[in-house]
């Protein structure tokens, strides 16, 4: 399995922005598809974007397709959540995920296709 910690969460303002990044361990990051996802109290966690392993596919949930944007740079192995456009309901524990995959274009949306998960951040928007 891989080590993940997240980070760059924090209080903004609705329509601002913030950076989220996930720091991976080991040496096989780029054979795993990444996800984040995020959740609030007395919610179930909910999928929010998901990258291949290659970095070439991309999945959103509707919710946020069009303000958020994945990415991934493996050579660092880093994960990256661009936040754009927030909105008070956008307010959650992120967390990042990773997922064995075993081609390059496979992607996850599921909490339990996820093995490996980090501890979270905090992200705040006020209205």
């Known amino acids: 399995q891989v080590q993940l910690v997240e980070s760059g969460g924090g209080s903004v303002h609705a329509g601002g922005s913030l950076r989220l990044s996930c720091a991976a361990s080991g040496r096989a990051f780029s054979r795993y598809a990444m996800g984040w996802f995020r959740q609030v109290p007395g919610k179930e966690r909910e999928f929010v974007a998901a990258?291949?392993?290659?970095?070439?596919?991309?999945f959103y949930a509707v919710s946020v397709k069009g303000r958020f944007t994945i990415s991934r740079a493996s050579a660092e192995n880093a994960l990256y959540l661009q936040m754009n456009s927030l909105k008070p309901e956008d307010t959650a524990v992120y967390y990042c995920a990773a997922a064995w995959a075993n081609r390059d274009s496979t992607y996850y949306n599921r909490n339990n296709d996820y093995d490996s998960w980090g501890q979270g951040t905090q992200v705040t928007v006020a209205s």
């Open positions: 990258i291949s392993r290659s970095g070439g596919t991309t």
